[in-house]
């Protein structure tokens, strides 16, 4: 079986469109979990009057992305663990394309889909995710139009938290997401910890899946903030010893970059958030050492084979 786990704060107008949509997937043996950070909107009434077959987690405050999320995951039931947004909506067939993938592929640990603009469907949000030598991540394809350059399944370093699928048998290797990095990037850092583990992410374009972006929430400083701060954490949990002494000199003129971008606009809130993230990346160096000591104990891929997954500097 598996299991759909959506994490929900305060966005009740969405929920008609992303949960008719899993109720025509083709594909019909699973359970949604729906986690609700505290919303005061109506959605927890709305989801009991309208959609039954939903099982309602109601945390009554907000935990964040994450925390919503590994509150679905420690009820869930399915050998296969989904998380969607729910400013989605899945294409009928995006369930089952999944699961083809996965058992095509046996050190898939995860799959995601091909993610279109709700309201532009012929523009990419994300054709998978990668990750640059220099320590900054991001998506394959953003705002380009889909003219076919991403139909071909093939392995990607992550896949975007709005909409993945996971192996719950790498999951209980790897770990699920971690709970200090709150939102953003906790798809990317979970990726991180699979590759090392020597599993896959696998892309599939005809798992389709339509993405508001942003509608639900993380705009703003909020996301200025935790990009400032988790793209380091994550350089701190996961990046090997060996290649950081190979790659530390483009890693630290990205953050430089970023400083500088975010100094020449100091007057706006989001700038300030992302030197205060910056800052608390830079301070969180020792909450992250434990954890870094567990990730790389437990890695089994080598520095060329990770580096082959990792992407060059100057690609888009």
């Known amino acids: 079986m598996i299991s759909i786990i959506i994490p929900h704060w305060n966005g009740k107008h969405h929920l008609d469109v992303c949960l008719h949509s899993l109720r025509r997937q083709t594909l019909k043996s699973f359970e949604i979990i729906l986690v609700d950070n505290g919303s005061n909107d109506g959605s927890q009434d709305y989801v009991k009057q309208n959609f039954p077959e939903v099982r309602l987690i109601e945390l009554g405050q907000n935990q964040g992305f994450t925390g919503a999320c590994i509150a679905g995951y420690e009820v869930a039931q399915?050998?296969?663990?989904?998380?969607?947004?729910?400013d989605t909506e899945a294409d009928s067939h995006w369930l089952e394309k999944t699961m083809e993938s996965f058992a095509r592929q046996p050190l898939a640990g995860a799959v995601v889909g091909k993610i279109l603009l709700f309201d532009q469907r012929d523009t990419l949000h994300t054709a998978g995710d990668f990750y640059r030598l220099n320590g900054l991540p991001g998506n394959r394809g953003v705002w380009q139009k889909d003219t076919g350059q991403y139909d071909k399944e093939e392995v990607v370093f992550s896949g975007c938290g709005a909409a993945v699928a996971y192996r719950r048998t790498a999951l209980d290797e790897v770990g699920f997401l971690d709970r200090d990095l709150y939102f953003s990037c906790e798809d990317v850092d979970l990726g991180w910890r699979l590759n090392l583990a020597g599993w896959q992410t696998i892309y599939n374009p005809s798992a389709i899946v339509y993405h508001k972006v942003k509608a639900s929430g993380g705009s703003g400083a909020i996301a200025s903030y935790h990009d400032g701060r988790n793209f380091l954490w994550i350089i701190w949990k996961n990046y090997p010893t060996t290649l950081l002494r190979r790659n530390w000199l483009p890693i630290a003129r990205a953050q430089w970059?970023?400083?500088?971008?975010?100094?020449?606009?100091?007057?706006?809130?989001?700038?300030?958030?992302?030197?205060?993230?910056?800052?608390?990346?830079?301070?969180?160096?020792?909450?992250?050492?434990?954890?870094?000591?567990?990730?790389?104990?437990?890695?089994?891929?080598?520095?060329a084979d990770l580096t082959e997954r990792l992407s060059a500097v100057d690609e888009p």
């Open 257 to 303: 970059q970023i400083t500088r971008e975010a100094l020449s606009h100091w007057r706006g809130e989001a700038a300030r958030a992302r030197l205060r993230g910056q800052l608390a990346g830079m301070l969180g160096l020792f909450k992250m050492w434990p954890k870094r000591r567990r990730i790389q104990a437990t890695r089994r891929l080598s520095d």
């Open 78 to 86: 399915g050998d296969f663990i989904v998380l969607l947004n729910n």
